[in-house]
C-alpha cells in the first residue's frame, strides 16, 4: 500500500466530485446581483408613448417594482400579465416601472398597444441603464423599498407569487 | 418498430458488457484461457451490438421514421441529407448511442489486435472496457435513451441544432472528438490490467503505447478542428476563447502527451512505469471529467448540451472510475519494479522529466482555472470567473517553457555527457534562434513574449531539423545511396523517431503561429454601403451588395466584397448571416481570405438591406492557416510513427536506433544491470 | 402621497433623460483622457478583461452579442473622460459582481487560482529534483528491492512514508 498515493489521489478525488457535486442543478447564467442591499442606481428616461422624463427618484416614498423586458424576449409575453394585473389591484401603494433595452419604441407601442398596460415604460435607449442594474438576460426585475434601496431581485419571468414575496421584503415586512 | 428494435439491441449490449466484463475479470483471476476466449468474444458481441444499434437509429433517421424519440427530437424533412446522417452527434441520447458504437468498434478492433498476445494482462483489459461498455449501455438504455416511442408521432420534426447545420466543420469535429475522447478508454484498461497484475513488462509497452497514440492524434486534430469552428463560425476572429468545454478536450490530451514523453523514457530505460500509468489513467479520467462538463450544463459554454439529466449519472461514474483507479494505485503502484536508473542530471532523460512537470503543470492550471469558479461558489456561494486573460497570463509562460524544452531536449545525448558535449550540442541551434526572431523583427514583431517564442521556436527549428535528418547525413557518410538511407533512417526502420520529430517540427510552427497569430492582430469595424471600398492591411475591401437567399432551411442574408491587392482581384467573400427557423436569434457566418501570410476575416455585425448598408468587422490575423496545417502534420507524423514497420511486425519489439548516441542501452541490458 | 407623486412627475417633464453614471459609483475620473488610436487599444484591452453577461464565456471585446457592444462603447467613453482601468473594472464590478472580471482578482479566496499553480510547480520541481538525485544513485533503484527484513519496522514504516518504498 503506497499511502503517498493513496493520500493525494483520495484527496483529489473527494476535491472533484464534491465540488461538481455541489455544482450540479445550479444555473451557471444565473448571477447573484451584488446591489441587494444598496441604494439603487438613479436614471432619468423617456416614457414610451408619451415622451415625457421619468426620473426614478421621483417615486422614493413607496416601493418600486423595476422590471427589465425586451419585445424580442419570449419570457416577457408570459410575466407580461402578471405584471399589468398585479399593478392594477395594489393601485398607488406600489409603483411598477418597466425599463426596455435594445429594442425600438415602435415594437414597445405595438406590444404595449396589443397587450396592454397599467404603468409607465421607459426606453433605455444605449443600454447603460441595464449595465449600471447589471442586467445578464431579461426578464430581470428589482424591488426597490420605500427609500429607494434594492431590497429583492427576481431573474426570468415573475409569478404573482414571486411578485408577493418579494413585495413583502420592499414594504419592510 | 425501429424504436423497439433499438431498445432490444441495447438492452442485449448491455447484458453483453456486464456478463463479458465479470467473465473477464474472472478469467484475469484464474489465468484460465479459456475464459479469454470468451470474454473476446463477449467483446465482439459488443462491437456486433453498437454498430447495429447505430444502424437501426440511423435508419429510422433517413426514412425520417418519427415515431423513434430521437427522431422526433432532431429530424426533419427540409434539411439536407449530410445533415440528417449528422444529426446523430447533434443531441444528447444521439451523441451518447455515437459514443458507444466507437467505444465499440475500438474495443473490438483493440480486442482482434491483442487475441493472441499478451494473455497476462489481456483478460483484466477487456474487463475493464467492457465494464465501461456496460455503463455506457446503461445510459443509453436508461437516462439518455434515443429509442422511445413516441406515441403520436408528428408529420415532421424542428431538425437538429441550427449551429451544427451552419457549418460543415461542426459535421466532421465531433467525430474526431470522440474517436480520441472513447479511445482513451483503450489504454486505461491496458494500464488497470498491468496494474491489477502488478506487472509492466516490456513487451507490453508495445500496445499500451499504440493505444494511446491512436486516440492522441485523433483528439489532436478535433482540438484543432474544435478551433476551427469557432473560428470560421462564432465571427469574432479568435479560434480559442478558454471556453470550459475546450479546456475539457484540452486537459486528456495534455496528461496524454506527458504519457507519450514518459513512455520513451520508460522504453529505454525501464523507469517511471508507475508514473506513465498514472498519467494514462488521469488522462482516461480527465476525458469522463470532460463529458461531465459538457454534459451536465453546471458550466457555462458555447459548446455544452444545455439541460440535460444524465449530469449526476456520469458524475457517478466519473466517482466509481476515480475510486477505482486511486485503489488499484495505491495497492500495487510499488509492485511495478524500476529496472533501470538515470545516468547524469543535464541529459536527455531529465529533460524528459520537465516535460513531464510542465504538462502537469498545465494540467493543472487549465483545470484549477476551469473548476475554480464552482469550488468558490460552493466556499461562499459569490460567482466569479476565470477566463482568457487569466489563461493566457498563465499559460503562455509554460508553452513557452516547453517550446524551449522541445529545443534543448532532443539536442542532449542520453545517459551521462560531459561538459564539452553539452556544450557541442546547445551552442550552434542558437544561431537558429537568431535568425528566427531577428525574422520576425524586420517583419515587424515587438511584443517581448512574441520575440522570445520566435528564438525558442529558432532554437528547437534547427534542432528538430538536424535530428530528424541525421540518420540520413550518417547513412549517407557511411556510403549507402540516397534511397537506402532515406528508406532506413526516415521511412523504415528510423521511421518512429523520425516521425516523433515531424511532430516535434509541426508542434513548433503551432506554438509560433499562435504566439504570433494572437499578438499581431489588427482590426477594424466599419460601416459600408453599396459600392464603397476601404483599404485595410494592404487589401482593397469593396461591398458589392447585400441580398437575401432562401434555402429550404434557412433564410440567408449575404453581404458580397471583393478583395484586391494592388489593383488585382484577389477573392470575393461572402459573409452573411443565417436565420433558422428554429432560433430567435440570427447567426454569423464570417468569411475569410486565407493566404499563407495571414488571413483577412470579414464578419457581418449588423445589415440593413433596404439601404444596402452594413457593418463588418474586418480583422487582419497572420499566419492563422499555419494552426490548421501544423496540427494536421501533427497526426500525420502521430500515424507515420503507429503503421507497423515490416521487420517490426515480425518481432515483437525492435528498439529504435538513435545514431548520434552511442551509448545505447538495450532493454535487456538494463534488466540485467 | 398621491399628489406628491404627480407633483414630481410634473416637475420632471421637460427635464433630459439621464442614465446612471460612473461618477455615481466610482466617483471623478482619476486619470488622463485617452483619444485616437490609444483609446481603441485600451477599449479593445479593457473589453477583453470584462466578461459579456449574456453569452458563454466570451469577453467583451470578442462578442458580437448587442449587450457586449454597449459595454464596450461604454468602456470606450470612460476612457475617453479619462477614467482609469482600475475604476472602470470597479464600475462593472459594482453591478456584475466579481462575475464581470475575467482576469479574477488576487484577494481573498480568489488569490488561490493565482497561487496554487505555482505551488504546483514549486512541489512538482522538488520532486522531479528528488527523483534525479534518487535515480542517478547507483545501488538503490537497480536492486530488486525487496525490504530487509532486519530493518526496524519504525524505519520501514517512515521509508513508506516519504517515497513510497522505492
Known sequence: ?173 | MNATLGRTIILASLLVSTAGAIIAFAAGRTRSREGLKWAQRFAYAFAFLMIAATAVMEYALLTHDFSVGYVAQVGSRTVPVWVTIVSLWSSLEGSILFWGLILGIYIGIATWFTRNDYHEYMPDAIGVWLASAAFFSFLIAGPANPFLSVANPPLDGPGPNPLLQNHYLMAIHPPFLYLGYVGMTIPFGMACAALIKGRLGHGFLKPLRESLMLPWIFLTISIMLGGWWAYEVLGWGGYWAWDPVENASLLPWLTGTAALHSMVVLERRGILKGWTITLIQATFLLVILGTFMTRSGVFNSVHSFTQSSIGPTILGFLAAALVFTIALLATRIDLLESEGRLEGGVTREGMFLFNNLLFVLLTFTVLIGTVFPLVVEAINGKQMSVGRPYFDRMVVPVGAALLFLIGIGPALPWGRATRAQIRRALLPPIGGAILVSGIGFALGVRNPWTLLTLAFGGYAAQVTLTEMWLPLVQRLKRGDSFGEALVDANLGRGRRRFASYVVHAAAIVVIVAIAVSSTMRSDVELQMTRGQATTVAGYTVTLLGVEERAEPHRMSTVAKFTVAKNGAQRAVLEPRMNQYMAMREPIGSPDVYTTAGGDLYLSLMNVDIARQSVGVHVINTPMVVWIWISVIMMGIGGLAALIPHRRTAVTNYTPVVEPATPRYVKPEEVTAS | MVAAAMLAAALAFGQAAQVPDAAQFVGPPQGRPLAGEELKERTQYIGGLLRCPVCQGLSVSDSPAEMAVNMKKQVGELLARGYTEEQILQYFEHSYGQFVLLKPKFQGVNALVWLLPVIVLVLGAAVVFMKMRKLAQPSVAAAPAPPAPAEDPYVARVREMVGGGK
Open chain 1, 1 to 173: 500500500m503506497n499511502r503517498t498515493v493513496l493520500a493525494v489521489g483520495a484527496l483529489i478525488a473527494l476535491a472533484v466530485i464534491g465540488i461538481l457535486f455541489l455544482g450540479l442543478g445550479k444555473n451557471p447564467n444565473q448571477i447573484e446581483s451584488p446591489l441587494l442591499g444598496r441604494v439603487a442606481p438613479s436614471f432619468a428616461l423617456r416614457e414610451v408613448g408619451t415622451g415625457k422624463t421619468i426620473g426614478l427618484e421621483q417615486f422614493r416614498g413607496k416601493p418600486v417594482v423595476l422590471n427589465f423586458w425586451a419585445t424580442w424576449c419570449g419570457p416577457c409575453y408570459e410575466e407580461h400579465p402578471v405584471l399589468v394585473a398585479n399593478a392594477r389591484n395594489l393601485g398607488s401603494s406600489v409603483q411598477f416601472v418597466g425599463v426596455v433595452f435594445q429594442d425600438t419604441e415602435e415594437k414597445i407601442q405595438r406590444f404595449l398597444n396589443d397587450r396592454g398596460s397599467s404603468y409607465p415604460t421607459v426606453i433605455d435607449e444605449a443600454g447603460k441603464t441595464a449595465i449600471a442594474y447589471g442586467i445578464g438576460g431579461v426578464p430581470e426585475t428589482f424591488f426597490l423599498d420605500s427609500t429607494g434601496k434594492i431590497v429583492g431581485k427576481h431573474d426570468g419571468p415573475l409569478t404573482t407569487d414571486d411578485l408577493r414575496a418579494n413585495l413583502a421584503k420592499a414594504m419592510g415586512q
